[in-house]
């Protein structure tokens, strides 16, 4: 029977490599997968096996590193269908920002600003989205709520983001993606860098999201992966070497 789930991403004949000639690396070597709408997936493998890699195919982030080449294709469904971000012919794929906008990343160490904890928000929001001014304030909250913070840190706006905690930081990073309301929201080892109460934190708070955004989340650890994640790709030396 047709699978009949519609289709978030589809990543074809997949190959990223590092550097050229001698010292030429494939990072992902054909990967091939599908992921649904509807459910959280996850990415798994050891340390080196190409997770972070092929997590950044997705939303063209390996461009941004000199000497990378990618070939095949990826496709996703930024809101009108599938389309071609890398790889499609005929189509011309969005510009990048509005892919990198629309495709949410979050990283294994927390990114924040160098600025307060409302700016954190408020300036992708203006720089990244356009949002009107008087939107912004509203969206800040919102987007801080969604995530857990705005009780601990109403009362701390223009605090530096660097000053709150590693978990609290993580949970900044996920608003800001949030804030921008992306299509779908890459993970890139979200909890890895926390403490074991802040990592559990951030995994309930993904519970609770995943019924609302498409996420996509890379895992160190296979349990977490099963916790997190309906299906789940495990990488070893670049392959996709299962499908669970
Ligand atoms: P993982 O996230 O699973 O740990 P990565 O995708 O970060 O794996 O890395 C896969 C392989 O690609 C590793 O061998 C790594 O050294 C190499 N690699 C990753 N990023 C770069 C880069 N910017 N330049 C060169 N090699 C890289
Ligand atoms: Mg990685």
Redesign the pocket.
Same mark, same amino acid.
């Given at each position: 029977m047709a699978d009949e789930r519609e289709v978030l991403v589809e990543v074809k004949n997949l190959e990223v490599t590092? /550097?050229s000639g001698r010292k030429a690396?494939k990072?992902?070597k054909n990967a091939n997968f599908t992921i649904y709408k509807g459910e959280t997936f996850g990415l798994v /493998?050891?340390?080196?096996?190409?997770?972070?890699?092929?997590?950044?195919s997705l939303n063209r982030l390996?461009e941004t590193?000199p000497?990378?080449r990618t070939t095949g294709r990826v496709e996703l469904d930024l809101g009108r269908g599938l389309e071609p971000v890398y790889g499609g012919s005929g189509v011309r794929p969005r510009p990048l920002n509005e892919i990198r906008r629309l495709v949410g990343m979050v990283f294994q160490t927390p990114d924040v600003l160098p600025v307060s904890v409302a700016r954190n928000i408020a300036l992708p929001l203006k720089v990244v989205a356009g949002a009107p001014a008087t939107e912004i304030e509203e969206r800040v909250r919102r987007a801080l709520t969604d995530v857990g913070l705005w009780e601990e840190v109403a009362d701390r706006l223009d605090l530096p983001a660097e000053r709150l905690s590693g978990g609290q930081q993580q949970r900044l990073c996920l608003a800001r993606a949030l804030a921008l309301e992306p299509a779908v929201l890459l993970l890139?080892?979200p909890t890895a860098s926390l403490d074991v109460r802040a990592a559990a934190d951030i995994e309930e708070l993904l519970l609770r999201l995943a019924g609302r955004y498409p996420l996509i989340v890379?895992s160190h650890s296979p349990e977490q992966a099963v916790r997190l994640a309906a299906r789940i790709v495990v990488?070893s030396r670049?392959r996709v070497r299962r499908v669970l």
């Open positions: 590092y /550097g690396y990072a992902v /493998g050891e340390s080196g096996s190409g997770k972070t890699t092929l997590l950044r390996n590193f000497g990378c890139d080892e890379v990488l670049g």
